[in-house]
């Protein structure tokens, strides 16, 4: 079984100051991670991934990952946020056998001018 | 490599209405997945092909839901008799199977459908 917990259903910023969406995961096996970005009325971004390669992860836009076993932790970060950042954030795993990303419930992120 | 095709992007029925929407995935992607998102919740899986089988479906696709995929590539999720809580945001997906078992896959821009 999988599951995602996105710990925060809004985190909001200011222009030029740090970003930090939480995500944690459970999983049985090995999992691969994602971050999907997503704008309003529009269809999902692939962010960035990890599948067990290098644990600290960079995506478009400046966003990077870094993913810590210990926690069960992936969250996305970003040294500092654009207005053009302004969206919703959803973390997915995918593990073992199955082929069903299974994503969280998502965090919008809001930027202040 | 033109990305995952949706039409039509948003659409209108009448209640008890059947409405039918179209996915092209991205070419040589064998996997294909239908997600609906409603607002404010994350996608939730529907069902999932792999060529031209379908080998998964989610308990929300109840009985008036049907998704085909005659040749394996282009796929079509059909709804009978809609009601007002299908009301949402269809998404279609798709990857490509082999190399690392966390397959990533592309989504498209999503169909509308709003039931009145």
């Known amino acids: 079984a999988q599951s995602v917990t996105q710990l925060d259903s809004h985190v909001s910023v200011s222009e030029g100051t740090p970003v930090l969406l939480r995500c944690n995961y459970s999983?049985?096996?090995?999992?691969?991670l994602f971050w999907y970005v997503q704008h309003p009325n529009k269809g999902l971004q692939l962010l960035l991934k990890?599948?067990?390669?290098?644990?600290l992860v960079k995506g478009i836009n400046g966003f990077e990952a870094e993913f810590k076993k210990s926690e069960t932790s992936f969250h996305l970060t970003k040294p500092s946020a654009h207005m053009s950042d302004a969206a919703e954030y959803f973390c997915v795993v995918s593990s073992g056998g199955s082929y069903i990303p299974t994503f969280g419930r998502g965090t919008s992120l809001i930027v202040h001018p | 490599d033109t990305g995952v095709s949706q039409n039509p992007r948003h659409k209108i029925t009448k209640r008890g209405q059947n409405v039918t929407f179209r996915c092209d995935p991205i070419?040589?992607?064998?996997?294909l997945y239908w997600y609906r998102q409603t607002l404010g919740q994350g996608p939730e899986f529907l069902t999932y092909f792999q060529n031209e089988a379908q080998l998964e479906k989610s308990r929300l696709l109840s009985d008036r839901f049907s998704a085909e995929r005659p040749k394996g590539s282009f796929s079509t999720l059909e709804i009978q008799r809609t009601e007002q809580g299908d009301s949402a945001m269809y998404l279609c997906a798709s990857s490509k199977s082999g190399g690392h078992s966390g397959n990533t896959i592309y989504f498209g821009e999503g169909s509308w459908l709003t039931v009145v």
């Open positions: 990890y599948t067990s390669a290098a644990t």
């Open positions: 070419s040589e992607h064998n996997r």
């Open positions: 999983s049985s096996y090995s999992p691969s």
